[in-house]
């Protein structure tokens, strides 16, 4: 058997230390199931407060220090991966003030990247088209950014703050040509079998499709099949899950959402992501965040990144 030699040992040991979260490097006492802070998850990038599914709010997320941003996929009519949680760019781009309709409405799949480039994004909820000291340093950070653009401001931003980001991808509408690019994307961009990627889906059949190609094309990232309730994934048995996936989303707001539900996931091998955090304000935002940290939550999907990080700081020091 090869021993690797003490440099090389101490090589690996500190790129493995440096995904953990901060506060998981001195502790081993968290609830989750690998006993590691749970991960903070900017859903849509911070979408709180910068429009979804932008470059800014990306790196605003990444600035603020979450270890994972998410980003929804749809395929252009061109083939092309884009960021955008809708199948449809009205309701956050200016789309239907720049376009007629096609096919009944403004589907991602009816435009090509360079008609939804030239879109400009609508804030949704509390978010706003910029955000009190700070500066994106994206080219164009205020449009729809491919997946190939975001991995370049991931990369771009993990070698200035010298720590790894987690990219974590959810197919949407898209079926196995949308699986099928996104693993040719991720690939091609250097992710290998990595902790730093997750790819998610609502669609049991996707994330068996991603699991047989991404086992024939040698590569292992994290699948994570989501679900609104806790109680259908019971059904579905969670063992049988865990013959495809490494975790289960879900609702925290869903049925059969509880600390019992959770170990049972991780009694079964799966790690359990929660979405989603969407509180703002901060006085009912981290109660909530410690009750399902303190029930072993692995992750969090959260559109305020900088409260969910308050609140792992302020469990962190109770361990
Ligand atoms: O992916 C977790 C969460 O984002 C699922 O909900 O609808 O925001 O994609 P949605
Ligand atoms: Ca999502």
């Not at 903070?40 to 599914?53: C, K, M, T």
């Not at 994004?121 to 500066?135: D, E, I, S, V």
Request: net charge positive; with cysteine.
């Amino acid at each position: 058997m090869h021993t690797p030699s003490p440099s090389r040992r101490t090589v690996m040991a500190l790129a493995a230390a440096s995904w953990l979260p901060v506060q998981a490097r001195s502790r081993a006492a968290w609830p989750t199931r690998d006993g590691q802070a749970p991960l903070v998850i900017a859903h849509r990038g911070a979408s709180g407060y910068l429009p979804e599914h932008t470059l800014a709010a990306y790196e605003l997320a990444v600035r603020m220090g979450a270890d994972c941003i998410e980003p929804d996929l749809h395929l252009t009519r061109d083939g092309q991966l884009v960021a955008m949680h809708d199948a449809t760019l009205d309701r956050t781009t200016d789309a239907a003030t720049r376009f007629p309709a096609r096919n009944g409405g403004w589907h991602v799949a009816d435009f090509s990247l360079e008609e939804i480039r030239t879109l400009a994004m609508r804030p949704q909820g509390t978010a706003r088209l910029a955000h009190a000291g700070f500066k994106p340093s994206a080219a164009q950070p205020l449009r729809v950014p491919t997946l190939e653009e975001i991995v370049l401001l991931l990369r771009r931003l993990e070698a200035e703050g010298a720590r790894p980001i987690g990219l974590y991808p959810e197919a949407k509408q898209g079926g196995p040509r949308l699986a099928s690019h996104l693993l040719n994307v991720l690939s091609a961009a250097g992710y290998v079998g990595s902790d730093k990627v997750f790819i998610q889906s609502f669609d049991v059949d996707t994330v068996r499709n991603l699991k047989r190609r991404q086992d024939a094309m040698g590569l292992a990232y994290r699948l994570v099949l989501l679900n609104g309730s806790a109680n259908r994934l019971l059904a579905m048995d969670l063992a049988r899950v865990a013959g495809f996936a490494s975790g289960v989303g879900v609702n925290i707001r869903g049925d059969g959402m509880s600390r019992s539900f959770i170990e049972m996931a991780h009694a079964a091998g799966l790690t359990v992501h929660g979405y989603t955090f969407n509180e703002a304000r901060p006085a009912a935002a981290l109660p909530e965040y410690r009750k399902f940290m303190g029930w072993g939550m692995d992750g969090v999907f959260s559109n305020y990144p900088d409260l969910a990080l308050q609140a792992r700081a302020v469990e962190s020091r109770l361990l």
